[in-house]
């Protein structure tokens, strides 16, 4: 939170403003509410709620470019913050090029924990376009797949990396 940020409470609620995905918001958030819960609330429905621990990554959303998990961050300390969900990153007309990588090498059971898995990708290839495979082992630790192994969601992120370098 920055020095000059000012919170103001209504009727117990905190109301912060946040950039979602792009978009300046102002949400009302409780003292005592997490980020996940928050962004569900405000219809950010692609942040999973799973363990509700900060054990299985369901929950990661990227803020101020750096991948969080949304259970375990108050939500007024995302006050002035950026935020992006799976629903900043494309869509099912215009899917980002991570999201078509999952899809294409078959890391997509239930969905459910897909969209951390994303998101802690994004983040992976913003900052190190060539990533070796344990550098993607170590991105993706602590989003837990129930459905699959990791072999091919590692491999996605591997034809991500590539889609991305041939992008203008």
């Given at each position: 939170?920055?020095?000059?940020?000012?919170?103001?409470?209504?009727?117990?609620?905190?109301?912060i403003?946040?950039?979602?995905?792009?978009?300046?918001?102002?949400?009302?958030?409780?003292?005592?509410?997490?980020?996940?819960?928050?962004?569900?609330?405000?219809?950010?429905?692609?942040?999973?709620?799973?363990?509700?621990?900060?054990?299985?990554?369901?929950?990661?959303?990227i803020?101020?470019?750096?991948?969080?998990?949304?259970?375990?961050?108050?939500?007024?300390?995302?006050?002035?913050?950026?935020?992006?969900?799976?629903?900043?990153?494309?869509?099912?007309?215009?899917?980002?090029?991570?999201?078509?990588?999952?899809?294409?090498?078959?890391?997509?059971?239930?969905?459910?924990?897909?969209?951390?898995?994303i998101?802690?990708?994004?983040?992976?290839?913003?900052?190190?376009?060539?990533?070796?495979?344990?550098?993607?082992?170590?991105?993706?630790?602590?989003?837990?797949?129930?459905?699959?192994?990791?072999?091919?969601?590692?491999?996605?992120?591997?034809?991500?990396?590539?889609?991305?370098?041939?992008?203008?």
């Amino acid at each position: 939170m920055k020095n000059n940020a000012r919170i103001e409470t209504k009727k117990g609620f905190f109301e912060i403003m946040v950039t979602v995905n792009g978009e300046k918001r102002e949400l009302s958030v409780k003292n005592s509410e997490f980020l996940l819960d928050a962004l569900r609330r405000h219809g950010w429905k692609g942040v999973k709620k799973g363990c509700d621990t900060g054990d299985c990554g369901s929950c990661t959303v990227i803020l101020n470019g750096r991948p969080v998990l949304g259970c375990l961050v108050p939500a007024v300390a995302a006050h002035e913050g950026e935020i992006i969900t799976i629903e900043g990153l494309g869509t099912v007309q215009k899917p980002h090029p991570i999201q078509e990588a999952f899809v294409e090498s078959g890391a997509v059971q239930c969905g459910f924990c897909i969209p951390g898995m994303i998101l802690s990708s994004k983040q992976l290839l913003d900052r190190t376009p060539n990533p070796s495979e344990a550098e993607i082992r170590k991105a993706l630790d602590g989003n837990l797949c129930r459905c699959t192994g990791y072999v091919k969601q590692i491999e996605a992120v591997k034809i991500a990396a590539k889609k991305l370098k041939k992008k203008p």
